[in-house]
């Protein structure tokens, strides 16, 4: 996938599928998808705080050849976007952020310096170019997407 597709096809179909969870009944919204499973609310939290974390502590630390802090404890990292999903929040507004999360990263991605996007850079033992890691999201989203659909 292409940053490009990334950025047009890719995120039209995010954007018309988070929509889509406004329409969803409010219980299930915040029930499990299935038996020890994350509801919808901790999914779409989930997505979007990758995205913040994307734009924070990624992008702004990303140049030729730099290696990166190994990602977050992704047991804490992702109950913290399920306690958040279940702060209170509506379900509007769990939507609400999603989309704005990524509105935001695709901003950032489509305002960046093409050198930038080309960088490689490391996280841990693996290498890899911003284009790759925010093309990777496509996988994340469908991933999540089909446990919900």
Same mark, same amino acid.
């Given at each position: 996938m292409t940053i490009d597709e990334w950025l047009d096809e890719h995120n039209q179909q995010y954007f018309s599928w988070l929509?889509?969870?406004?329409?969803?009944?409010r219980a299930a919204f915040f029930q499990p998808v299935s038996?020890? *499973?994350?509801?919808?609310?901790a999914i779409v939290m989930h997505m979007a705080a990758w995205d913040h974390y994307t734009l924070d502590k990624r992008i702004p630390h990303i140049s030729e050849g730099v290696k990166l802090? *190994?990602?977050?404890?992704f047991q804490k990292f992702n109950e913290q976007a399920w306690k958040k999903a279940d702060s209170g929040l509506s379900q509007s507004d769990i939507i609400d952020e999603a989309r704005n999360e990524r509105e935001l990263l695709m901003e950032t991605v489509r305002t960046m310096d093409k050198d930038k996007l080309n960088a490689g850079f490391s996280?841990?033992?693996e290498s890899l170019t911003l284009k790759g890691y925010i093309t990777d999201f496509a996988w994340?989203?469908?991933?999540?997407?089909?446990?919900i659909n």
């Open positions: 929509e889509g969870l406004r329409g969803m009944d038996e020890g *499973k994350w509801s919808p609310a802090e *190994k990602n977050p404890d996280i841990g033992d994340h989203d469908q991933h999540h997407m089909k446990q």
